[in-house]
């Protein structure tokens, strides 16, 4: 296999690890919020039945959590807009739009090099204070 081949494994691999981690956040995330909802549940109804307030809380961690979800997986029915994939083409395509705007090539430009011509400050060596001000 060639060293380019393996690189482009190794990113692959990289990123898929970066992915999953990602997702084991969010499932461990999902997990504490069901168990402190089911907690918030039984507290209140062993206290006071009838003053409903567990879910007062889990509305605003759960709009949190859908927040969370979206950064991961995604808007859903929307074909992967929001996603880090998404995110790399749009850049890429923006990108590209630049380059052929300010018409930037991929190769680096082969400049001369340029030697100043000065003869003027060589002619005049002894400088007198009198000439700067």
Do not use: C
């Not at 690890?17 to 990602?22: L, P």
């Not at 499932?27 to 409903?52: E, K």
């Not at 705007?101 to 002894?126: G, M």
């Amino acid at each position: 296999m060639s060293r380019y081949r393996e690189e482009q494994e190794d990113l692959l691999y990289n990123q898929a690890k970066k992915n999953i981690k990602r997702k084991k956040g969010f499932y461990a995330h999902f997990s504490v919020f069901l168990s402190v909802g089911i907690f918030f549940f039984t507290i209140n109804m062993l206290t006071d039945p009838f003053d409903i307030w567990w879910p007062l809380p889990m509305v605003s961690w759960g709009v949190g959590l859908a927040i969370h979800y979206f950064a991961i997986f995604g808007l859903p029915f929307t074909g992967g807009i929001l996603t880090k994939d998404w995110e790399e083409k749009e850049i890429e395509k923006e990108m590209n739009k630049l380059k052929y705007k300010y018409d930037v090539s991929d190769e680096e430009p082969d400049f001369p090099q340029e030697k100043l011509d000065l003869p003027i400050i060589e002619k005049r060596k002894n400088y007198k204070d009198t000439d700067f001000v």
